[in-house]
């Protein structure tokens, strides 16, 4: 049974890092595209960050440019969110995803196969 388990969420105060972590199980991830959605309180699922499975691409959203990094250990058939310069607008549940397919990258939700349970992030200011 495939399975994606995220951990890593907390509380930080502004200006603070976390690093989310998304354990993959149940088949090989390792050539999925690999991706990171949020969702805050009443809002729509907002498309964070997105990686190939070989690691050579990926794509962020304007929001975290120059903040966020999506980088993956395919040994481990994990990827991960480091997130820095936290803002409190940053606060959500985050959720990974896997993307069926090699390419392309893309920023729906609609085109993942896979989703993890979530896990909060709460950044205070």
């Known amino acids: 049974q495939e399975q994606l388990v995220e951990s890593g969420g907390g509380w930080v105060q502004a200006g603070g890092s976390l690093r989310l972590s998304c354990a993959a199980s149940?088949?090989?991830?390792?050539?999925?595209?690999m991706g990171w959605f949020r969702q805050s309180p009443g809002k729509e699922h907002e498309f964070v960050a997105a990686?190939?499975?070989?690691?050579?691409?990926?794509i962020y959203t304007d929001s975290v440019k120059g903040r966020f990094t999506i980088p993956r250990d395919k040994a481990k058939n994990t990827v991960y969110l480091e997130m820095n310069r936290l803002k409190p607008e940053d606060t959500a549940v985050y959720y990974c995803?896997?993307?069926?397919?090699?390419?392309?990258?893309?920023?729906?939700?609609?085109?993942?196969?896979?989703w993890g349970q979530g896990t909060q992030v709460t950044v205070s200011s």
């Open positions: 995803a896997a993307r069926e397919r090699l390419s392309p990258l893309t920023t729906s939700r609609l085109g993942y196969n896979y």
């Open positions: 149940g088949r090989t991830f390792s050539m999925y595209i």
């Open positions: 990686i190939t499975g070989s690691g050579g691409s990926t």
